[in-house]
């Protein structure tokens, strides 16, 4: 795999603005195998700061567990609307994260980010891949990352099979009830904007009602590592240094809404669920584990 070191960090604003109005045909037909690096990156500890009142993370020396995902993630844009890309960045859906600490990064420490892409695989909706980020110390790895994208398409398992004429109706599946909350909270309607601004991540669907509709939502949504850095946010102090988390997220969260919170302790970890308190609907699912 080759490696292309970049020089500054990418705009994300250019790049989004280039992806909404369909600048760049996509050529390619399989991942691009090449490695995104940026070397010697400082963390702006206004950045720093604003990033965690917008989560909801204490103020510290020590980055949040979904903080580089912040810092990598111009990489990760980068390379999905490079011109040889299998797919448009509008449509992914973001379906899964990972993320693996071998130790706590302090906000003084410079960081060497990598980003490649990966694992390009049928999904009964379409096809997905990874996008995988690491941010490395003085050539030794202390932090990584998978984002799982979904691109939905017209396969095979996306059509019903007809049902023979005799075939018994099946019955009713009922939904999984919600686990008791551990918290209650109110996601106001700009938090989609604020995450927005400290993460570049401005992709209409989260900014605004009127151009979430475009995309077919009835309102904005919160971003999914928004979701994700809040519900570590309430897990802070609990958490072992060398930890990986795992998240599926489930639906997306309308805004507003009031939802649910859920931390549940597991003989190695903790199960956490994100869900909306008015009808049980879940947002996230994961897992927190050890990983020493």
Not at 31 to 44: G, N, S
Not at 90 to 96: D, K, S
Request: net charge positive.
């Amino acid at each position: 795999m080759s490696v292309r070191r970049l020089s500054t960090r990418p705009k994300l604003a250019r790049m989004y603005a280039g992806a909404m109005t369909g600048i760049g045909a996509r050529r390619g037909r399989d991942l691009p195998d090449v490695t995104y690096e940026l070397a010697d990156v400082a963390v702006d500890r206004d950045h720093l700061t604003r990033y965690n009142e917008v989560c909801g993370f204490r103020q510290a020396d020590v980055l949040p567990l979904t903080y580089p995902h912040v810092l990598a993630f111009p990489l990760a844009v980068a390379l999905m609307t490079q011109g040889t890309f299998p797919f448009r960045l509008p449509g992914l859906i973001h379906v899964a994260n990972r993320i693996t600490q071998h130790r706590a990064l302090s906000a003084d420490e410079h960081l060497t980010l990598q980003v490649h892409a990966a694992n390009l695989r049928e999904h009964p909706r379409g096809r997905q891949f990874d996008m995988v980020a690491e941010a490395s110390v003085d050539g030794a790895a202390a932090w990584t990352s998978s984002s799982t994208y979904l691109h939905k398409e017209a396969t095979d398992g996306n059509r019903a099979p007809k049902r023979e004429p005799e075939a018994a109706p099946r019955p009713k599946r009922e939904p999984e009830a919600a686990p008791r909350p551990t918290a209650i909270w109110r996601v106001p309607a700009s938090i989609g904007r604020r995450y927005a601004g400290v993460s570049g991540d401005v992709n209409p669907i989260h900014l605004h009602p009127l151009t979430a509709r475009v995309f077919g939502f009835r309102r904005a949504i919160a971003h999914g590592m928004w979701v994700k850095a809040r519900c570590l946010a309430a897990m802070e102090g609990r958490l072992p240094e060398k930890v990986t988390v795992e998240v599926e997220f489930k639906s997306p969260l309308l805004l507003p809404s009031t939802v649910g919170f859920s931390a549940q302790p597991l003989e190695a970890g903790w199960s956490i669920a994100l869900f909306t308190l008015r009808d049980g609907r879940p947002h996230l699912a994961g897992r927190i584990r050890n990983a020493g």
